[in-house]
């Protein structure tokens, strides 16, 4: 094998750790959402009107049965506009990390607000920054390598 060939395995089983790693914290994480869930039989939005701010992470299961196709839910994409057109969850809109804190005009309070990255890192920091900006529901979608790992589709 060529030393090429042995870096890019290299990565190719660090990729594939953190990606073992990812699902566990996604896993734990969405336990309870699951549990809350199905213990009350209402999508996570029903909490919306709970005066109590939600930071969770959801995964992409979770996503595709309670959130998806509910019209009160904004999907944001925090990738680069590059990233974005490399490949985005469908009914996404693009708001780079980066830019997100002078958008918040664009991001409407009145909805579940849902943000994912690549991995979950930028992801976060949306969340955070939207958290402190006062939205009261938002989720961590993590990043679209899970998505895309949990065998959902991806747009061009």
């Not at 990738?79 to 005009?105: C, F, K, M, Q, W």
């Not at 849902?114 to 930028?122: A, D, E, I, K, P």
């Not at 949990?150 to 061009?156: H, I, L, S, W």
């Amino acid at each position: 094998m060529t030393k090429k060939g042995r870096r890019a395995r290299k990565q190719q089983q660090q990729t594939n750790k953190w990606l073992v790693v990812i699902a566990l914290v996604v896993i734990i994480g969405g336990l309870g959402i699951i549990v809350s869930t199905i213990n009350s039989a209402q999508q996570p939005v029903a909490i919306a009107s709970d005066s109590a701010s939600i930071f969770e992470r959801v995964s992409p299961s979770e996503f595709v049965q309670t959130l998806q196709d509910d019209p009160q839910v904004m999907l944001i994409d925090v990738r680069t506009p590059a990233e974005y057109a490399g490949g985005h969850i469908a009914n996404s809109v693009n708001i780079n990390v980066e830019e997100i804190a002078s958008r918040l005009d664009e991001i409407p309070r009145d909805k579940t607000i849902v943000v994912y990255c690549r991995t979950g890192r930028r992801s976060a920091r949306a969340a955070q920054i939207l958290r402190n900006a006062g939205y009261n529901v938002i989720y961590d979608l993590g990043g679209i390598l899970d998505w895309q790992a949990a065998g959902f589709p991806v747009e061009y």
